[in-house]
């Protein structure tokens, strides 16, 4: 009987190692959105720098950014992963990948609650690699987007939460995240407000930006799910119809 080989734990153990691809999947369905797909880079040693990674049969657009925090504290600590797009480029096709990006920062509530997934294979695993193997990877990180934390023209940042910690437990109807996960209306660019997709209940005419700062422009009107925009907008005292569970984040080790 012939024992089944890692083709990656193989690598992993040899002298040389070829270059390692990261690869991203962000699953918005839950939200509202798609699966969409990113690498930061182009496909290693190619001759054309925009070439796309094709993984299993899916590609990834090339979209440049940064990230840090991936890694596992021996302490026992879950990491909270910082994902940092570039929009700035001179390059058409990652600018109109860029853009694409924004749209769906703006249709879909910052991502929020959007799951995150990063995969680590090998360039000789990918679809035109020497050994294409869609099974040979590093294992798939799953995340859950928990905040915007920064946007400039030149860059929108994210936080991750792992989806081992406590606020991603799934229950049996939804999960248990510390921020709101009802769907916020959208501001259309008359003033008016689309409803369509809208699952929290809030009509109010007042309006407050992404910072919680009280504004005119219904254009501006951004809720951060946070309970304390939920107050903001429903009152300190009133029964808040908050979609979170805000002591999730509280017990952590």
């Avoid at 690699?129 to 023209?153: C, D, F, L």
């Avoid at 809720?223 to 952590?252: E, I, N, T, V, Y």
Wanted: aromatic fraction near 12%; hydrophobic fraction near 35%.
């Amino acid at each position: 009987m012939h024992q089944f080989e890692d083709p990656m734990r193989r690598e992993l153990e040899g002298f040389a190692i070829d270059d390692v691809v990261e690869l991203f999947t962000v699953d918005a369905r839950m939200i509202g959105g798609d699966v969409y797909r990113f690498a930061p880079t182009s496909v290693p040693g190619a001759a054309d720098a925009r070439v796309q990674p094709v993984f299993g049969g899916e590609t990834y657009a090339v979209i440049p950014f940064e990230s840090e925090g991936w890694e596992w504290s021996a302490g026992g600590t879950l990491p909270q992963p910082t994902v940092r797009f570039l929009m700035a480029r001179e390059d058409g096709d990652q600018v109109s990948v860029a853009a694409f990006l924004l749209s769906m920062v703006e249709a879909y509530d910052d991502l929020l609650g959007a799951q995150v997934h990063r995969l680590q294979t090998l360039r000789k695993f990918l679809d035109d690699g020497s050994e294409p193997n869609p099974q040979a990877h590093m294992g798939v990180e799953i995340y859950t987007v928990t905040q915007k934390t920064k946007q400039t023209p030149d860059m929108i940042e994210f936080r991750l939460s792992s989806a081992l910690d406590l606020e991603d437990v799934v229950l049996p109807r939804r999960q248990v995240l510390n921020y709101c996960q009802w769907a916020y209306r959208r501001a259309r660019s008359d003033g008016s407000f689309d409803y369509s997709n809208a699952t929290c209940p809030y009509v109010g005419m007042s309006y407050f930006d992404a910072t919680g700062n009280p504004v005119s422009d219904p254009r501006q009107d951004r809720c951060r799910r946070q309970l304390s925009d939920c107050k903001l907008r429903f009152g300190q005292h009133a029964k808040l119809p908050f979609g979170g569970f805000p002591g999730a984040g509280k017990f952590r080790g």
